[in-house]
């Protein structure tokens, strides 16, 4: 089902074809800056709610075929050209890049595409083409796990191939946290990811801060965005509980670590598109991670925006279209986002934010939960047990640090215990 939706912009601004806008509590900050630069026709699973201000029109289609979206892009209204897609979705990436090749547009052959999608396939190419990386063993059963982590030494990292933010991952320390580790991995599941006979890796722990960074590609050619280095909590299973972004990371001209990228991307074939990449930073030089073919999860690019002034929005419809994408900076800053979680395993009851207290560098303060949610720590659940976040920014990263000790004072989260609903299954 196709329908349009009266929206006013300006009548020289390209098209885009969005697969999905994702939750709208993480993501609407990026759909509001995409159409602050486009008009855009929205590919989506059920009709749209809180994008209609945003949006020319919307198609209701199966986002996770990569067929029918073809279908549905072919039978569009006949005054809708679309100039470029664009997806953001991590689930969905290898679907839009079949969908923007069958259009013939701008970006990276699916195959390619898919190279990033699936770590193990990640890991193959790196291998082959010598890029750093850690020792990685693809695993199936609980006996192949034991053997590859004492041939990679322990500690060493059990997770799964096929799924991110820090779902099934953990650190294991010795053979009998093996057990625990490989289940955890095996069992870990989202829907729309692909479940493989061999679905976990053994990977070599490597010492280091971990950062990610944002890149713009276009034929090949690297526009480097925004460095994140990255505050992890619940150990051993490193969820992200944090970001913190200078505009003017020196990450950003370090010649060794734009070169790791450049060979990291050659060596999968991506050529068009954007790339949120994580690598640990080891006394042997920067080794990759993973590599992901879209834009940074955890309101990394808005985090980014705060301190440097690039509009991840605006990058992206020029990289979609294929032009040369803007990424002047126009702000020096630091600027950091921070997650806040419940000290147990829980019911919301509600979420009250002081704002009236709240330091003049903080630059967002925002629940992230309603009433009667249910919020299960890691290693249980990822992300979803969040219940808030700050963004905030300083001249420094300590400026920020001291500034979300603060902040994190004016919440009071209000909660029930897990009892009051009766047993968890």
Same mark, same amino acid.
């Given at each position: %089902?196709?329908?349009?939706?009266?929206?006013?912009?300006?009548?020289?601004?390209?098209?885009?074809?969005?697969?999905?806008?994702?939750?709208?509590?993480?993501?609407?900050?990026?759909?509001?800056?995409?159409?602050?630069?486009?008009?855009?026709?929205?590919?989506?699973?059920?009709?749209?709610?809180?994008?209609?201000?945003?949006?020319?029109?919307?198609?209701?289609?199966?986002?996770?075929?990569?067929?029918?979206?073809?279908?549905?892009?072919?039978?569009?209204?006949?005054?809708?050209?679309?100039?470029?897609?664009?997806?953001?979705?991590?689930?969905? %990436?290898?679907?839009?890049?079949?969908?923007?090749?069958?259009?013939?547009?701008?970006?990276?052959?699916?195959?390619?595409?898919?190279?990033?999608?699936?770590?193990?396939?990640?890991?193959?190419?790196?291998?082959?083409?010598?890029?750093?990386?850690?020792?990685? !063993?693809?695993?199936? *059963?609980?006996?192949?796990?034991?053997?590859?982590?004492?041939?990679?030494?322990?500690?060493?990292?059990?997770?799964?191939?096929?799924?991110?933010?820090?779902?099934?991952?953990?650190?294991?320390?010795?053979?009998?946290?093996?057990?625990?580790?490989?289940?955890?991995?095996?069992?870990?599941? +989202?829907?729309?990811?692909?479940?493989?006979?061999?679905?976990?890796?053994? +990977?070599?722990?490597?010492?280091?801060? +971990?950062?990610? !960074?944002?890149?713009?590609?276009?034929?090949?050619?690297?526009?480097?965005?925004?460095?994140?280095?990255?505050?992890?909590?619940?150990?051993?299973?490193?969820?992200?509980?944090?970001?913190?972004?200078?505009?003017?990371?020196?990450?950003?001209?370090?010649?060794?670590?734009?070169?790791?990228?450049?060979?990291?991307?050659?060596?999968?074939?991506?050529?068009?598109?954007?790339?949120?990449?994580?690598?640990?930073?080891?006394?042997?030089?920067?080794?990759?991670?993973?590599?992901?073919?879209?834009?940074?999860?955890?309101?990394?690019?808005?985090?980014?925006?705060?301190? *440097?002034?690039?509009?991840?929005?605006?990058?992206?419809?020029?990289?979609?279209?294929?032009?040369?994408?803007?990424? +002047?900076?126009?702000?020096?800053?630091?600027?950091?986002?921070?997650?806040?979680?419940?000290?147990?395993?829980? !019911?919301?009851?509600?979420?009250?934010?002081?704002?009236?207290?709240?330091?003049?560098?903080?630059?967002?303060?925002?629940?992230?939960?309603?009433?009667?949610?249910?919020?299960?720590?890691?290693?249980?659940?990822?992300?979803?047990?969040?219940?808030?976040?700050?963004?905030?920014?300083?001249?420094?990263?300590?400026?920020?640090?001291?500034?979300?000790?603060?902040?994190?004072?004016?919440?009071?989260?209000?909660?029930?215990?897990?009892?009051?609903?009766?047993?968890?299954?």
């Amino acid at each position: %089902m196709t329908l349009p939706h009266q929206k006013t912009n300006s009548s020289h601004f390209p098209t885009i074809l969005l697969v999905t806008t994702g939750y709208h509590l993480y993501r609407e900050y990026l759909l509001k800056m995409v159409a602050e630069h486009s008009h855009i026709w929205l590919f989506v699973d059920s009709p749209p709610d809180w994008q209609i201000p945003y949006i020319l029109g919307y198609t209701v289609v199966d986002t996770l075929d990569a067929q029918m979206m073809i279908d549905a892009a072919r039978n569009l209204p006949e005054n809708i050209k679309i100039d470029g897609v664009l997806c953001w979705d991590e689930i969905r %990436m290898v679907q839009t890049a079949k969908l923007t090749q069958a259009l013939s547009l701008p970006g990276t052959n699916p195959e390619y595409v898919a190279r990033c999608r699936d770590k193990h396939l990640t890991r193959r190419f790196l291998t082959a083409s010598r890029v750093p990386q850690p020792t990685s !063993i693809l695993v199936s *059963s609980l006996d192949e796990t034991t053997q590859a982590a004492e041939m990679i030494g322990y500690p060493v990292i059990i997770k799964p191939r096929a799924l991110g933010a820090s779902y099934g991952v953990s650190l294991v320390n010795g053979a009998e946290q093996v057990n625990t580790a490989f289940e955890h991995a095996k069992t870990a599941t +989202e829907e729309g990811v692909p479940v493989y006979d061999q679905r976990v890796l053994v +990977e070599e722990y490597m010492q280091g801060p +971990e950062v990610s !960074i944002d890149i713009a590609w276009v034929n090949g050619v690297m526009y480097p965005m925004f460095v994140a280095r990255k505050i992890t909590g619940f150990f051993p299973h490193f969820e992200e509980i944090g970001h913190i972004v200078h505009s003017h990371d020196p990450l950003l001209q370090d010649a060794q670590f734009i070169c790791v990228l450049q060979q990291a991307h050659q060596a999968v074939g991506f050529l068009n598109g954007i790339t949120h990449t994580e690598l640990r930073l080891t006394q042997s030089g920067p080794k990759i991670i993973e590599i992901n073919a879209r834009l940074g999860g955890d309101m990394i690019p808005y985090v980014g925006w705060f301190a *440097s002034g690039i509009n991840p929005g605006q990058v992206a419809v020029a990289v979609a279209c294929g032009h040369k994408p803007n990424i +002047e900076k126009t702000r020096k800053s630091v600027a950091a986002i921070r997650f806040l979680y419940p000290e147990y395993d829980s !019911i919301v009851d509600s979420v009250q934010i002081n704002h009236a207290e709240l330091p003049g560098s903080v630059d967002v303060a925002a629940s992230l939960v309603t009433p009667g949610q249910k919020l299960l720590l890691p290693p249980t659940d990822h992300v979803s047990c969040r219940y808030a976040y700050l963004i905030v920014h300083g001249d420094t990263a300590e400026d920020c640090t001291e500034t979300t000790e603060l902040a994190v004072q004016t919440f009071t989260l209000k909660t029930r215990d897990l009892s009051t609903v009766g047993v968890l299954s």
